[in-house]
């Protein structure tokens, strides 16, 4: 009776471990599957930031960034003003940007670069479906004007095609990345080109705190909000400042209605 007792609870004792090991390795794959998932998008970019470093090394201090004369913050009823997503899409954190827009009723642009659009198809599909705006970043995220010509808008053509087959349509603007843009490749492409006057320079900073109140000092009517939807801080970011915009009175354009008015 007692060798019986005994074994039963090793048998408890090994069920039990054996359902930790399982949540460990599912918690362990879930981490990795993610960080799979940045590494081809973050070496994309990483490769064409030393010009935006540069810009950053001439403030004194990344966090809390804003221009010097940003004293207020902006409030005002009927504002409007339009949040653009740079970089995308990304497996996590632009679902997780999808669900918090959906759920307060707000529309975004996403200015999606071709590899990642083409890796994730069905998250294009979605911005378009729940009333998102979606443009061109070009293929892997080029300074357009270092390019010869060729290469610029083979850059540029690529992306269209991946965002024609992942929702069926052709996008009318594009975000040059770094902002990168000069009129012999507007007189060669029909696409619009859209900077930005809000940079809380989020994926540097990437403290959502410290971009959320840059976000604020910038804003005013009519702004148009450079973040990026491969950062988990400004993802959370958006979504906090996305929540002050609401209770102030703003409301929320695609970058189209915004540039038409």
């Not at 799979?36 to 950053?56: C, D, Q, T």
């Not at 911005?127 to 004007?145: A, P």
């Amino acid at each position: 009776m007692k060798k019986d007792r005994v074994i039963s609870f090793l048998i408890r004792i090994l069920i039990l471990f054996c359902v930790i090991s399982v949540i460990c390795f599912l918690m362990l794959e879930k981490y990795y599957e993610i960080k799979k998932a940045e590494f081809p998008i973050r070496s994309i970019l990483e490769k064409s930031r030393a010009e935006e470093r540069e810009v950053w090394k001439q403030t004194e201090d990344g966090e809390g960034y804003a221009p010097a004369d940003a004293s207020e913050y902006a409030v005002g009823q009927d504002m409007e003003i339009a949040f653009t997503f740079d970089d995308g899409p990304h497996p996590v954190w632009t679902e997780k940007l999808l669900d918090g827009l959906k759920e307060r009723g707000i529309r975004a642009t996403f200015f999606v670069i071709g590899q990642s659009a083409e890796q994730y198809p069905e998250l294009i599909q979605r911005m378009i479906d729940e009333g998102n705006q979606v443009g061109n970043h070009t293929y892997s995220h080029v300074q357009l004007t270092s390019c010869d010509e060729k290469n610029a808008l083979e850059e540029i053509q690529k992306t269209q095609e991946v965002i024609y087959r992942a929702a069926g349509f052709l996008p009318v603007y594009i975000r040059p990345p770094f902002g990168s843009w000069n009129e012999k490749l507007q007189e060669k492409t029909s696409l619009e080109a859209v900077l930005w006057d809000v940079d809380p320079y989020d994926w540097k900073v990437q403290n959502t705190d410290a971009v959320v109140k840059s976000i604020l000092q910038q804003t005013k009517d009519g702004s148009i909000i450079l973040l990026h939807d491969v950062y988990e801080t400004s993802v959370e970011a958006a979504l906090k400042a996305a929540d002050i915009f609401l209770e102030r009175g703003y409301r929320f354009c695609t970058v189209d209605e915004i540039m038409i008015e």
